[in-house]
């Protein structure tokens, strides 16, 4: 068995009628999440553009430009909505592929299945096997060679993800979808210096994932060919972009926990590997320690949390970006502000922010990393001018639960759609199999 089938096969076993009722629940709050995210980056600069882009090149389709008339094709469609998604790094999080699968599968599945008319129930089955296909390939890059080289594992990976949810609505046979998974390793790209330089390519990143993999399964259902040993092979992916072999070969052969139940949902619109600092920038302001007062400060986290690009990052911020990835940044703003906001990020010039993160390192501690991904412990010293230091330690970030994140829609959505729009939004969206298509459900956000 190549690993091409061990990865795949499995995954189009997935039924909806044989998925828990914990897995379909967890699979619907994922939906109202990613929904609430791209709703929250409609009007962002970069997605006008993609949309405004996407209307003049591919103005006809059957798949919806979210939250509008504006129709496209399934593949154009899924990237305008892969990118608003995308735009408050408000994602979700799969900790053992350290990736963001929603912002990608979402938009991708809705994408496909208007075009196709698929059923609601097929919907929700695409979005679990998009999930486990992120979660199955993704286990390749857990290892150092894989962040050595700068690589986004939530883009690589997600072509990935989209192009086997897009196969299971195309109804590719076994082959194809065999086919199509290679093909995807030809169409997937990302690089993390947009995480260097706060700039804008990333928000294009997840979007160009959701298209790419509708295009692979497209072209595997007619016919086209792609390497059986697209994994192991001597020029494949692992040689490629540097996956694991050993990690991707140690997958079970059958699903008996599905990766979706894992899934977890940011308190902090910032880097996944920084949350557990801003939640520790919160309680230092809670135990009444004054900004003023800190004279230096140094965070011990997990190996990651330090090299990642972006992550180990002093200031001066001159974009939204760096703030959002930067350690100092997320430690700093929410011991000043006292909380984690949209509007702390967003106010990323702020001088006393700034001043705070200039005297703050960052330092990895090798106990934490023998406990990353499981636990992300931060662990803050502050040094302060009357020679006192203080510590705080948190093991681990507060994760958002269903109401925050119900929560979290209705402050997005509630301005413009009203009250009784987004509660009906919500309601609809814990019945989706009784919808007899996602055009119905996806009319309600216009």
Request: glycine residues 6%; charged residues 20%; hydrophobic residues 40%.
């Amino acid at each position: 068995m190549t690993l091409l089938e061990k990865i795949v096969l499995p995954l189009c076993d997935i039924q909806y009628h044989t998925l828990p009722d914990e897995v379909i629940e967890k699979t619907k709050l994922c939906i109202i999440h990613s929904m609430a995210c791209a709703y929250a980056g409609l009007e962002d600069r970069w997605s006008r553009a993609a949309r405004e882009m996407t209307k003049d090149m591919s103005p006809s389709g059957g798949a919806t430009v979210w939250f509008s008339v504006q129709k496209s094709n399934m593949a154009e469609a899924a990237f305008v909505n892969g990118v608003y998604a995308q735009s408050i790094l408000y994602e979700d999080i799969h900790r053992d592929s350290n990736a963001h699968p929603g912002v990608i599968i979402v938009p991708a599945v809705f994408a496909v299945a208007e075009e196709t008319g698929a059923s609601m129930e097929d919907v929700l089955a695409a979005v679990v096997a998009g999930y486990e296909t992120m979660a199955r390939i993704g286990r390749g890059t857990a290892c150092l060679e894989f962040g050595k080289r700068g690589f986004r594992p939530t883009s690589i990976i997600g072509t990935f993800g989209s192009c086997v949810a897009a196969g299971r609505l195309l109804r590719l046979s076994q082959p194809q979808m065999l086919t199509a998974f290679a093909l995807a390793a030809s169409f997937t790209c990302g690089v993390n210096q947009w995480a260097v330089e706060g700039t804008d390519d990333l928000y294009f990143q997840n979007g160009i994932a959701a298209r790419n993999g509708i295009i692979a399964a497209q072209l595997a259902k007619r016919g086209i060919t792609a390497p059986e040993k697209i994994i192991e092979g001597s020029a494949g992916i692992c040689a490629a972009f540097g996956f694991s072999q050993t990690n991707l070969e140690a997958l079970p052969d059958k699903i008996e926990h599905y990766a979706i139940m894992d899934v977890l949902f940011k308190p902090a619109p910032a880097c996944a590997l920084v949350q557990t600092t801003a939640q520790a920038g919160v309680e230092a302001a809670r135990q009444g320690i004054r900004p003023e007062e800190v004279l230096k400060a140094t965070i011990y986290t997990f190996q990651l949390g330090k090299t990642y690009a972006g992550c180990d990052y002093a200031g001066p911020f001159h974009t939204l970006l760096q703030a959002r990835m930067s350690n100092q940044f997320n430690f700093a703003a929410a011991m000043v502000h006292k909380n984690i906001a949209n509007q702390n990020y967003c106010d990323f010039g702020n001088p006393e922010v700034s001043a705070l993160a200039h005297n703050i390192s960052v330092v990895e501690d090798q106990n934490y990393t023998k406990e990353f991904p499981q636990r992300q412990p931060v662990r803050v010293e502050l040094q302060l001018c009357n020679g006192e230091v203080r510590t705080i330690y948190k093991e681990e970030p507060i994760y958002l639960k269903k109401e925050d994140i119900i929560s979290k829609l209705f402050d997005h959505c509630e301005p413009s759609l009203g009250r009784e729009r987004v509660a009906q939004i919500v309601k609809t969206a814990f019945c989706l199999e009784q919808l007899n298509s996602p055009s119905q459900f996806l009319a309600l956000f216009q």
